[in-house]
């Protein structure tokens, strides 16, 4: 079953420009997960939003999360041809496990 | 660096076929998966395991068993593949609840 929901489902900017991506999920959370995955690769995490943060940063990266309205988004600053990609947000899968639960993606295009 | 090796990047094996997917990780880490990624459907969960010799089915397991002998090996079995099981296979792992989940490269599975 889905949980989170990403939003647009393809972006195409040109190089320098900032790329935000949307996730929105339906239950309550206790942190929130990006992943990126280059074609035809496997995924790599980028970043963990906990819900007792509004906003966490990392290098060119920025997420927050508002759990009252229940989404968070990705912004990526400054961006690079190298960040062309396909980006998912990932939450808890409701069990202790670790499980985690993906959404379909946002698919990322930087023109040089 | 957490290592995710899945055996094998591409297979094209024949219907009815009895397939193994391995996969191992270098990480002592308590929970394995397997996922499956289809173009508009995302990552889908087939089944995990939180320990050796335990697991539990994920969110479509039909047509899939998994074994896990040892800790550091996840294995995928398609008893006899269709070709409705052509897909991109994803085993990860991770080390418990909120924690990373690191992904192998996947495996490129054909079924003729």
């Known amino acids: 079953s889905q949980q989170g929901e990403e939003d647009p489902q393809a972006l195409s900017i040109q190089e320098g420009e900032n790329a935000t991506m949307n996730c929105s999920y339906k239950?309550?959370?206790?942190?929130l997960q990006w992943y990126r995955q280059n074609s035809g690769r496997g995924l790599v995490h980028l970043i963990l939003i906990r819900s007792n943060e509004r906003e966490k940063h990392s290098g060119r990266l920025r997420v927050t999360l508002d759990t009252s309205k229940k989404s968070s988004s990705l912004l990526i600053t400054a961006s690079r041809a190298a960040d062309t990609a396909s980006y998912f947000c990932a939450t808890p899968g409701g069990t202790s496990y670790g499980k985690l639960t993906f959404g379909q993606g946002t698919i990322l295009t930087v023109h040089p | 660096d957490v290592k995710v090796t899945q055996s094998s990047r591409y297979l094209v094996k024949r219907t009815g076929e009895k397939v193994f997917l391995e996969c191992v990780q270098d990480?002592?880490?308590?929970?394995m998966f397997w996922y499956r990624q289809d173009p508009g459907l995302g990552l889908r969960l087939i089944y995990f395991s939180y320990d050796v010799k335990m697991k539990e089915k994920g969110d479509i397991p039909e047509g899939y068993s998994v074994s896990r002998e040892k800790k550091e090996r996840f294995s995928l079995i398609l008893e006899s593949a269709s070709t409705n099981q052509t897909s991109m296979y994803l085993c990860a792992s991770s080390g418990g609840q909120g924690n990373t989940i690191y992904f192998g490269e996947g495996s490129w599975l054909t079924v003729v």
């Open positions: 990480m002592d880490h308590e929970n």
């Open positions: 239950t309550s959370i206790n942190n």
